[in-house]
């Protein structure tokens, strides 16, 4: 069953709309008609098996990869994958989209306080005070007020991960997506990740979340998507998914990962 989020939380703005999106590698086709809506405030966990195209759906939704075809539209700003874009057009979109990966991507030759504070100066303008005050408040924010003058690879995996998240949040996305944020730390690590991603999330941040952590999705997310096999095959209520799955590959999905 596929419901859309407006009938169960009306009223808010759509952040985020894909419309037909279609992506293959090759011969490979990876996504075939995806159609979604994220709504501002929101968290959306997506779920679903290895290989299903999950984090193709978010690399397209942040142009790290060209749809084929369909639209993406976030916070007004529209790709259309058959219509040629400007590079303006293509900026814009990639600034409204804040990705944060499974294993961090830091620059490991800067200090952690440059790896949040360059990106501001080099996409957003900022002065290097500007930049470096922000990047202090988000890493204090994030419980790394005194990390500012290590190397990220003094840094443990949990703290990388917080990094990473600061570096996004600095360029004021209107979306966060995050792509398996936990998978290569180790569990109680991962908590402190998780932590921070709830208090993002109830500040307000539209977040779109892939992962694994089924206590995540079901407590902290108000929209749940499952994929599988290039698709959307469910999309709702995170409990009621959780509870009471429609479609066999979901079953089959929580029935391993629950
Ligand atoms: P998931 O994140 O759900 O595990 P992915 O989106 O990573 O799935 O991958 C979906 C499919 O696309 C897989 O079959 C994968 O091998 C393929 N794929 C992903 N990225 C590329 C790429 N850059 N080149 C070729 N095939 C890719
Ligand atoms: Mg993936």
């Not at 159609?35 to 959306?44: F, H, Q, Y």
Request: aromatic content about 4%; overall charge negative.
């Amino acid at each position: 069953m596929i419901e859309n989020p407006q009938d169960r939380l009306p009223g808010r703005r759509e952040v985020v709309r894909v419309r037909n999106l279609a992506k293959s590698f090759g011969e490979n086709t990876v996504l075939s008609d995806v159609n979604l809506t994220v709504l501002e405030g929101t968290v959306t966990a997506m779920i679903g098996p290895s290989g299903a195209g999950k984090s193709t759906v978010l690399r397209c939704m942040n142009l790290l990869e060209r749809p084929d075809s369909g639209t993406i539209e976030i916070d007004g700003h529209v790709i259309d994958a058959e219509r040629r874009f400007s590079n303006r057009e293509l900026f814009a979109l990639r600034r409204s989209a804040g990705m944060v990966f499974q294993h961090f991507n830091l620059f490991p030759h800067m200090t952690v306080l440059r790896n949040v504070s360059l990106p501001q100066q080099r996409v957003l303008g900022r002065s290097k005070g500007e930049a470096d005050e922000r990047a202090m408040a988000l890493l204090t924010r994030m419980g790394l007020a005194d990390k500012g003058e290590q190397y990220p690879n003094r840094c443990s995996g949990g703290q990388q991960q917080r990094i990473a998240i600061a570096r996004a949040l600095a360029l004021d996305p209107k979306v966060m997506l995050f792509d398996e944020p936990t998978s290569a730390l180790d569990p109680e690590v991962g908590l402190e990740v998780l932590e921070v991603m709830k208090e993002l999330a109830a500040s307000g941040m539209t977040m779109i979340v892939v992962t694994h952590e089924m206590s995540f999705a079901r407590s902290v997310s108000e929209d749940l998507i499952v994929m599988a096999d290039g698709g959307i095959i469910e999309q709702g209520d995170p409990k009621r998914i959780m509870a009471e799955p429609s479609h066999p590959r979901t079953q089959e999905f929580l029935r391993a990962v629950l």
